[in-house]
C-alpha cells in the first residue's frame, strides 16, 4: 500500500471531489426551484364542476420567472454565508472542540514526531493543538497553510506509543496533505446550511400553527383558508429542504469514506509501519469521542467517528450513512501490508 503508488487514484479521486462539491450549490437552487414550482401547481387549482374534482397545472414560465427573480438572493444569501463560514473555521473548530495550541517546549515528544513526518515529506509544519480529554481521538483541520492543524486529545497522547502516534498524525498530515480538511470543512459548511434552512422552516411552520390563522379561532373562513395554505406552503419547504439534506449528505459520504482509506495508506507510509497505525486504530476504536464536543459535524473530522459504536440498530444506521469507513476494514488492510 505505497503511498507513491496511489498518486493516479488520488488525482482521480480529486476530480470526483470536485464534481460532487460543485453538486451543494446545484443542490440547493435545484430545490429553491422544486419548492416554486410545488408552490405553483398546488396553488392553481381550478374547480371542475363537471367531475366535482379540483384541476391543477404547472405553468413553468411564471416559476422560471420567480426562481430567476429569487436566484441573486440565494447566491448572495448562500455565498455571503458561506464566506463567513469558511474563513472562521479555525475559530469554530476550536470553540466546539476546547482545543487549545501547544509548542515544543510544552511538548517536545509530540512537536518532535510531528516535524519529524513533516521533514520526511517535504511539508510545512502544520499547528499543534491538543484537548483535555482522556478519550482517543484526532483530527486535522485548515483550509490553507496558515490554518491547517492537527489536533489530538490527552488521552491519545498518553496511552498510545511513539510509533502508533507517528501513524496517527501520519494519518492526519496526509489528509492535509490531499486537501481533505479543505474539501471536507467546505461539505460541512453547506450541509450547515441546509440543515439550519430546515430549523428555520420548522420554526415558521409552528409559529404559523400556534399564532397564525389556524390559532384565531374567532376568524372567518378567508384567514382559515389563508392559514393552511401557509402551513401548505412550509410543509412544501420543508419536503424539499429534507430532500436537499439527504442529498448533500450522500454526497459527503463520497468524499469522505473514500478519503479515509487514502489517509490510512499515506500514514502507514510516512511513519513505516503499517501494524502501528492498525494498532492505533483498534486502540483507539475501544474509547472514540470526545466527551465535550456536542456537534456532529465536526466529530467527522475525527480519525474514527464515535457512533460508529452505538449498540444494536443504531450501530446500523450510524454505519451505513457514516461518512467513514468501518474501522476493522480498515485494519484488516493495513494488516497485509
Given amino acids: 500500500m505505497r503511498y507513491v503508488g496511489m498518486h493516479t487514484q488520488i488525482r482521480r479521486n480529486n476530480r470526483l471531489t470536485i464534481i460532487l462539491l460543485l453538486m451543494f450549490p446545484v443542490i440547493i437552487l435545484g430545490m429553491v426551484w422544486v419548492f416554486l414550482a410545488l408552490v405553483n401547481y398546488f396553488g392553481n387549482g381550478v374547480y371542475n364542476p363537471e367531475t366535482g374534482e379540483i384541476v391543477?397545472?404547472?405553468d413553468p414560465t411564471i416559476v422560471n420567472h420567480y426562481f430567476m427573480n429569487a436566484l441573486p438572493w440565494v447566491v448572495v444569501g448562500v455565498g455571503g454565508w458561506f464566506a463567513i463560514a469558511y474563513f472562521s473555521n479555525t475559530a469554530m473548530v476550536r470553540a466546539a472542540t476546547g482545543a487549545h495550541p501547544v509548542t515544543r517546549k510544552e511538548n517536545p515528544r509530540i512537536y518532535n514526531i510531528v516535524e519529524n513526518l513533516c521533514i520526511a515529506c517535504n511539508m510545512d509544519?502544520?499547528?499543534?493543538?491538543?484537548?483535555?480529554?482522556p478519550q482517543l481521538n484526532a483530527f486535522a483541520s485548515g483550509i490553507d497553510k496558515k490554518s491547517y492543524t492537527v489536533t489530538l486529545t490527552t488521552g491519545i497522547i498518553n496511552r498510545l506509543n511513539d510509533d502508533e502516534l507517528a501513524?496517527?498524525?501520519?494519518?492526519?498530515?496526509?489528509h492535509i496533505r490531499n486537501h481533505d480538511t479543505r474539501l471536507l470543512i467546505t461539505s460541512i459548511i453547506f450541509v450547515g446550511i441546509v440543515s439550519t434552512i430546515m430549523s428555520l422552516v420548522v420554526q415558521m411552520m409552528y409559529n404559523a400553527f400556534w399564532f397564525g390563522g389556524?390559532?384565531?379561532?374567532?376568524?372567518?373562513?378567508?384567514?382559515?383558508?389563508?392559514?393552511l395554505s401557509m402551513i401548505a406552503v412550509f410543509l412544501i419547504g420543508l419536503l424539499c429542504c429534507a430532500v436537499a439534506y439527504l442529498f448533500t449528505l450522500l454526497?459527503?459520504?463520497?468524499?469522505?469514506?473514500?478519503?479515509?482509506?487514502m489517509a490510512d495508506a499515506g500514514g502507514a507510509e510516512l511513519c513505516g509501519n503499517p501494524l502501528a497505525l492498525a494498532s492505533?486504530?483498534?486502540?483507539?476504536?475501544?474509547?472514540?469521542?470526545l466527551e465535550n464536543v456536542k456537534r456532529d459535524?465536526?466529530?467527522?473530522?475525527f480519525i474514527i467517528h464515535p457512533q460508529h459504536f452505538a449498540p444494536g440498530l443504531t450501530n446500523f444506521f450510524s454505519s451505513l450513512f457514516s461518512t467513514h469507513p468501518d474501522t476493522r476494514k480498515r485494519i484488516e488492510i493495513l494488516e497485509q501490508f
Fill in 56 to 58: 391543477r397545472h404547472l
Fill in 167 to 174: 501513524g496517527v498524525i501520519g494519518h492526519e498530515l496526509t
Fill in 214 to 227: 389556524m390559532s384565531r379561532r374567532s376568524s372567518d373562513e378567508d384567514n382559515r383558508g389563508n392559514g
Fill in 251 to 261: 454526497t459527503r459520504f463520497a468524499i469522505s469514506r473514500k478519503r479515509e482509506y
Fill in 297 to 301: 459535524d465536526i466529530a467527522q473530522l
Fill in 280 to 289: 492505533a486504530l483498534r486502540k483507539i476504536s475501544g474509547e472514540p469521542g
Fill in 125 to 133: 509544519m502544520p499547528q499543534i493543538n491538543i484537548i483535555d480529554d
